[in-house]
T-cell receptor, first 115, second 112 residues
């Protein structure tokens, strides 16, 4: 069965510092992995995805994520955090090309960036 | 503008009164899905559809129905709502071969 874990409910960083939001996953086949961001009173916005190829994927707003197959992780990173990055972040997994649109989301990690 | 549109945005209803939340997308996406968001639980998939007349259960389908008669529309039906269905609901759509999803703005449902 598919599962996603976001081990931190909250991450606090100072503006200008690097940030990491952690995600580990479990899936039977080859995973499709995603990060989404949710701002207050808004829907989710797609940030980036890993389907195949280069393990380091780059996405919107300067975010990137690294796929690590041996550790079954897909951590979200940004070299220099902005106050405007403060939001709720969700990691999600689909079971590759055969999994259709069945998607499992993590519980979310709230990121606070302090000025 | 490419978008997923949900209606209504807010709804308060009483236990047992049937309701429908509509979802429409203008991007010709094959895949559509409904999620509910509850604090501490993230998003949980209710139903999804991979094309017209093709639907399948997600992780929490009990108490919900869906239909996909047209590619652009994917309504969520609560035949007899109960208070435990009070939640924030999101509709999403995606191309089959470009699987980053577009989400609607959400529907906040309260069942009293």
């Amino acid at each position: 069965a598919q599962s996603v874990a976001q081990p931190e409910d909250q991450v606090n960083v100072a503006e200008g510092n690097p940030l990491t939001v952690k995600c580990t996953y479990s899936v039977s086949g080859n995973p499709y992995l995603f990060w989404y961001v949710q701002y207050p009173n808004r829907g989710l916005q797609f940030l980036l995805k890993y389907i195949t190829g280069d393990n380091l994927v780059k996405g919107s707003y300067g975010f990137e994520a690294e796929f690590n197959k041996s550790q079954t992780s897909f951590h979200l990173k940004k070299p220099s955090a902005l106050v405007s990055d403060s939001a709720l972040y969700f990691c999600a997994v689909r079971d590759g090309p055969t999994g259709g649109f069945k998607t499992i989301f993590g519980a979310g990690t709230r990121l606070f960036v302090k000025a | 503008e490419a978008q997923v549109t949900q209606n209504p945005r807010y709804l308060i209803t009483v236990t047992g009164k049937k309701l429908t939340v509509t979802c429409s997308q203008n991007m010709n996406h094959e895949y559509m899905s409904w999620y509910r968001q509850d604090p501490g639980l993230g998003l949980r998939q209710i139903y999804y559809s991979m094309n017209v007349e093709v639907t399948d259960k997600g992780d929490v389908p009990e108490g919900y129905k869906v239909s996909r008669k047209e590619k652009r529309n994917f309504p969520l039906i609560l035949e007899s709502p109960s208070p435990n269905q009070t939640s924030l609901y999101f509709c999403a759509s995606s191309l089959r071969d470009a699987p980053g999803a577009f989400f609607g703005q959400g529907t906040r449902l309260t069942v009293v």
